[in-house]
C-alpha cells in the first residue's frame, strides 16, 4: 500500500500548487498562470501570454506530523523534512503566437515512517514485534508544453509528460487476495521497492474576458505506471515456531500505479488596482484510479514457500478511494510596485474510506491555510510561501483489511509546507 507525507490531503497524494507563488495562492492559478513553472503545471495556456523568455527555479519541502492510536500499538509519526528542487522555462518564438515551454517538478513526494507495535493480525493473531513502517511513492513530470495566443484575450497551450515513479514499501504486510486463498490474511515482514517510467498529457485555456477578469479550465489525463523492483522479506512469525532466517525471500516484483485524470475551472478578478481575487474547482477521479493496488511477484527464491504460494503470484490490495472536488481560493495584494502579499484556502474531503485506512494510506488532511510575499525588481522577481494542513483525523472501526489489524483505531495528521522560487526574464 502506499504512504503519504507532502501535504496530503483532500487532493489524495498531491499538494496545493506548484511554486512559491501557486502554493501561497492555494493552488488557484488555473486562471493566471504567469509564469512558466505555474504554466507548466497548473495550465499551459498560461504560456501564450509571455513577452519575453523567462526561468524560474525553486524548492519546496514539507514537514508531516501524526498519531497512530490503537489499543496495545500505536506511536507518533517520525518527523521528516522532504525537499525537492523543481524549475521551468518559457520561450516565446519570433514572428509566430506560439510559445514553448519546459519542466522538471515533483508532483507528488510522499514519505510515512511510523515506529510502533505490529497489531495482532495475520492467520491466528501473530505479531512481529516493534517495527518500522514505512511507504513512499514519489511522482516527478518532465515536461514539454506549447501555447498558441489565438487571440490577445485567448490563449490554449497543451503539454505531454513523462512521469517518474518511485514506491517503498517496508512494514509487516499482510496478503489480499492471492490464489491460493487458504492463505489470504497471511502476514509477513516485507522490504518493497520498485521504480517505473509513465505518460500523460494536459490541454488548457484562458481566456482574457476583461482587462480585470479571466477565467481558465484545464484536464490532464490519467497515467497507468508499471514499476519493477525487488520483494524480500519474511515470515517466520506466520509458520511458528520457525525462527527468522530459513523461510527469507526474495521476488522480483511489480506495482502498477494508477494516477488520476483531474480537471479544474478557476478565475482571477483583478478586483482593485492592487487586489486580485481567485477561486477554483478541481475535481479528481480517485474512484477510477486508487480503486485497486496491484502487485506481481515472481522468481521467488525460497523452495519451502514456493511450495506453498508458488513461484509467482499477484496480490491485489483494496484502496475503495472515492474521487473528491477541491475549493481554492486566494487574494493577492501589491503592497507597492515592487512587493506583494498572498493568502489562500484550500479544502477537499479525504478521499480515504475508513474501511482500508492505515497509518500507510492517512492521506486524510482536508483543510489548508496558505501564506506568502513576493518582492520583484526588473527582470528578477523571488517569491516564499508557507501552507500549513490543520490536524485531520479519522478512525476504523471494522477494517475492510483482512486480519483486522487495524480495527478499531485512528491516525490524526497534519502537514507543512515551504516553497521557494526565484525568476527572471531575459
Known sequence: MVGFSRVALGN????????????????????????????????????????????????????????????GSGAPLTDRFIAA????????????????????????????????????GGLGGIQYGNQEDKSSIILIRTALGAAWTV??????????????????????????????????????????????????GTV?????????????????SPSVINSSGDATGDPYAQFPPTPPGPLAFHYNAEVKNQFPQNASLGLSWQCLSRLRLAVQLDWID??????T???????????????????????????????????????????????KLMMGYAYGKSPVPDSTLSPMTAAISENTLCAGMGYSRGAYFVELAYQY??????????????????????VQISAQALALSLGMTF
Do not use: C
Not at 303 to 326: A, C, M, Q, T
Not at 396 to 402: K, M, P
Open 151 to 200: 487571440t490577445p484575450k485567448l490563449s490554449i497551450g497543451a503539454s505531454i509528460g513523462l512521469l517518474y515513479n518511485e514506491n517503498d514499501m517496508v512494514t509487516p504486510y499482510v496478503f489480499q487476495n492471492l490464489q491460493p486463498a487458504s492463505v489470504n490474511g497471511a502476514k509477513t515482514l516485507l522490504n518493497l521497492h520498485t521504480t517505473g517510467f509513465g505518460g500523460d
Open 12 to 71: 489524495g497524494i498531491y499538494g496545493n500548487g506548484v511554486g512559491a507563488e501557486s502554493m501561497a495562492m492555494a493552488g488557484a492559478e488555473v486562471a493566471w498562470s504567469k509564469d512558466p513553472l505555474t504554466a507548466m503545471t497548473a495550465n499551459p495556456a498560461g504560456l501564450g501570454f509571455l513577452n519575453k523568455p523567462e526561468a524560474v527555479l525553486g524548492a519546496e519541502g514539507d514537514a508531516l506530523s501524526g498519531t497512530f492510536s490503537k489499543t
Open 85 to 120: 528542487p523543481e524549475g521551468a522555462i518559457g520561450y516565446p518564438l519570433k514572428g509566430i503566437p506560439l510559445k514553448l515551454g519546459l519542466s522538471v517538478a515533483p508532483e507528488s513526494g510522499l514519505v510515512a515512517d511510523w515506529h510502533y507495535q505490529d497489531p495482532p
Open 286 to 291: 480517485w474512484a477510477d484510479s486508487f480503486n
Open 204 to 220: 488548457g485555456m484562458i481566456y482574457k474576458a476583461t482587462p480585470a477578469l479571466q477565467f481558465g479550465a484545464f484536464y490532464q
Open 389 to 410: 494542513d490543520l490536524p485531520a483525523s479519522q478512525t476504523v472501526g471494522q477494517s475492510g483489511l483482512l486480519s483486522g489489524e487495524y480495527s478499531n483505531s485512528s
Open 293 to 339: 493496488l496491484h502487485a506481481s511477484f515472481s522468481s521467488g527464491d525460497n523452495p519451502s514457500l514456493n511450495k506453498v504460494l508458488g513461484s509467482s503470484f499477484r496480490d491485489n490490495i483494496p484502496l475503495n478511494w472515492s474521487s473528491s472536488l477541491v475549493y481554492r481560493a486566494g487574494i493577492e495584494f501589491a503592497v507597492t510596485d515592487h512587493f
